[in-house]
């Protein structure tokens, strides 16, 4: 029963809120990104015939882990859905947002409902209101999607997340081809009232459990946190290099031909990934820490995600995301916490928006460099491929191949391209 069902995986939208991060389903946990731990997700549970909707740059890289990659050429759910006509077309299919993270408890309700073949729609209890697709019900059975109601005028305490299950995906097709000149924003939900208007009947599968949205960049701390509780126990690879004066506490993952030198720090739960260096007397908790990385002597990072190839010396890391290729020099300081302990703000679209934390640094796009003694204030947003120049106190966000220097006093919006050279030489000298 399980194998006859489609499951058509969602992971082409790029959102415009989650920059500068270039995409967060790339975002790689405990050694697998996002993308593949959803994948492996429904594979756990039998669910193996997977239609994979997602951009061109990952078109590619995750062919071989589905049974087929669809690209998706305009923007939206209902655009996204469309694109997989012919794989969904008179077929049992469950339709996934590939961006909300559940547990395997969702599966029982979801098989449930398979198995008396009933369209349904997953609904999480909210008691407090959020910005999402609300379940107007009569019971358990759902008579219309409310999309973003007035706080205070919500139709039930419970919203739309994760998945949906057609008994036949011809029906969202036709309706979805119907609404199609609607606005792409909410195209999908108007399609399931249509057909609830229409006559067709969906329930609730009701879910309490964790579920973790990725709307905001900085809420990449909550899939940090719910990936590293996983590590439950020490799991070193026989071929790293541990220094004798090491100090371990708590649990820690260490990857192949990872070197930890002298007097360092690691305090789990801790993810280290393959090839990574770790310098004398450096600090490290509870943080994911990529592949390829080097970090560079007296580093203090805490309650961070770093990328693959990141480079550091003397730095402090607090509550940070930092992408792929990007390097600090001595003294860099990516501060955490305002002077009154205050919630922390951060500009989305022009909208200045309350992050809910008390602790939050910087967030870093890939491929930028910071320069020696360069300090950035709480919740500040570094765009890809910038430059900020040695000194700079950093108050305010740069934007995409923006740089920064204190002699000039001024943003650059563009700076000349620059070819950074591969550090194999120094890695070896390293090692």
Same mark, same amino acid.
């Not at 690209?71 to 469309?82: F, H, R, T």
């Not at 969906?202 to 990449?220: G, R």
């Not at 690691?266 to 993810?271: I, N």
């Given at each position: /029963?399980?194998?006859?069902?489609?499951?058509?995986?969602?992971?082409?939208?790029? +959102?415009?809120?989650?920059?500068?991060?270039?995409?967060?389903?790339?975002?790689?946990?405990?050694?697998?990104?996002?993308?593949?731990?959803?994948?492996?997700?429904?594979?756990?549970?039998?669910?193996?015939?997977?239609?994979?909707?997602?951009?061109?740059?990952?078109?590619?890289?995750?062919?071989?882990?589905?049974?087929?990659?669809?690209?998706?050429?305009?923007?939206? /759910?209902?655009? %996204?859905?469309?694109?997989?006509?012919?794989?969904?077309?008179?077929?049992?299919?469950?339709?996934?947002? %590939?961006?909300?993270?559940?547990?395997?408890?969702?599966?029982?309700?979801?098989?449930?409902?398979?198995? %008396?073949?009933?369209?349904?729609?997953?609904?999480?209890?909210?008691?407090?209101?959020?910005?999402?697709?609300?379940?107007?019900?009569?019971?358990?059975?759902?008579?219309?999607?409310?999309?973003?109601?007035?706080?205070?005028?919500?139709?039930?305490?419970?919203?739309?997340?994760?998945?949906?299950?057609?008994?036949?995906?011809?029906?969202?097709?036709?309706?979805?081809?119907?609404?199609?000149?609607?606005?792409?924003? !909410?195209?999908?939900?108007? %399609?399931?009232?249509?057909?609830?208007?229409?006559?067709?009947?969906?329930?609730?599968?009701?879910? !309490?459990?964790?579920?973790?949205?990725?709307?905001?960049?900085?809420?990449?701390? &909550?899939?940090?946190?719910?990936?590293?509780?996983?590590?439950?126990?020490?799991?070193?690879? !026989?071929?790293?290099?541990?220094? &004798?004066?090491?100090?371990?506490?708590?649990?820690?993952?260490?990857?192949?031909?990872?070197?930890?030198?002298?007097?360092?720090?690691?305090?789990?739960?801790?993810?280290?990934?393959?090839?990574?260096?770790?310098?004398?007397?450096?600090?490290?908790?509870?943080?994911?820490?990529?592949?390829?990385?080097?970090?560079?002597?007296?580093?203090?990072?805490?309650?961070?995600?770093?990328?693959?190839?990141?480079?550091?010396?003397?730095?402090?890391?607090?509550? +940070?995301?930092?992408?792929?290729?990007?390097?600090?020099?001595?003294?860099?300081?990516?501060?955490?916490?305002?002077?009154?302990?205050?919630?922390?703000?951060?500009?989305?679209?022009?909208?200045?928006?309350?992050?809910?934390?008390?602790?939050?640094?910087?967030?870093?796009?890939?491929?930028?460099?910071?320069?020696?003694?360069?300090?950035?204030?709480?919740?500040?947003?570094?765009?890809?491929?910038?430059?900020?120049?040695?000194?700079?106190?950093?108050?305010?966000?740069?934007?995409?191949?923006?740089?920064?220097?204190?002699?000039?006093?001024?943003?650059?919006?563009?700076? !000349?391209?620059?070819?950074?050279?591969?550090?194999?030489?120094?890695?070896?000298?390293? +090692?």
């Amino acid at each position: /029963m399980k194998n006859d069902v489609t499951v058509l995986l969602l992971a082409g939208g790029k +959102s415009n809120r989650f920059w500068p991060i270039a995409d967060k389903m790339e975002l790689s946990f405990l050694g697998l990104t996002l993308l593949e731990r959803q994948i492996e997700f429904f594979k756990s549970v039998g669910l193996n015939n997977i239609i994979l909707v997602t951009n061109e740059n990952l078109s590619t890289k995750y062919q071989k882990l589905v049974k087929k990659v669809i690209i998706q050429k305009s923007l939206g /759910m209902g655009a %996204a859905v469309l694109s997989a006509r012919k794989e969904i077309e008179n077929k049992q299919v469950l339709i996934v947002i %590939a961006d909300d993270i559940v547990d395997e408890s969702v599966f029982k309700g979801i098989f449930e409902k398979i198995k %008396a073949k009933t369209n349904f729609i997953i609904g999480y209890y909210t008691p407090n209101y959020f910005p999402g697709g609300y379940l107007k019900l009569n019971g358990n059975k759902i008579e219309q999607i409310i999309e973003k109601p007035e706080k205070g005028k919500e139709p039930s305490k419970f919203v739309a997340i994760f998945g949906s299950f057609f008994t036949d995906g011809s029906q969202i097709i036709n309706s979805l081809e119907k609404l199609k000149h609607n606005h792409f924003d !909410k195209i999908y939900e108007d %399609a399931i009232s249509d057909l609830i208007f229409q006559g067709h009947k969906f329930e609730m599968v009701p879910y !309490k459990d964790s579920w973790i949205a990725l709307k905001y960049p900085w809420d990449t701390f &909550k899939i940090l946190n719910y990936f590293l509780q996983q590590i439950i126990e020490n799991k070193i690879h !026989k071929s790293a290099q541990i220094h &004798k004066s090491v100090s371990i506490v708590g649990p820690v993952e260490i990857e192949e031909n990872v070197k930890v030198m002298e007097n360092a720090k690691l305090v789990g739960p801790l993810h280290i990934g393959k090839n990574t260096i770790i310098g004398n007397n450096t600090l490290i908790r509870s943080s994911n820490i990529g592949e390829n990385c080097v970090i560079g002597f007296g580093s203090d990072i805490c309650r961070s995600y770093l990328g693959d190839n990141v480079w550091l010396h003397s730095n402090y890391i607090g509550d +940070s995301i930092v992408s792929s290729n990007v390097s600090m020099g001595a003294g860099t300081t990516l501060a955490n916490l305002r002077f009154d302990e205050a919630k922390i703000y951060s500009v989305v679209k022009n909208q200045k928006i309350n992050t809910q934390k008390q602790k939050l640094g910087a967030i870093i796009g890939e491929n930028s460099r910071l320069g020696v003694e360069v300090y950035t204030m709480p919740g500040i947003k570094i765009g890809k491929n910038c430059i900020v120049g040695p000194g700079v106190n950093l108050e305010t966000d740069l934007q995409d191949g923006m740089s920064c220097f204190v002699r000039q006093k001024l943003i650059r919006k563009k700076h !000349k391209n620059i070819n950074f050279p591969q550090r194999d030489g120094f890695r070896n000298k390293i +090692s």
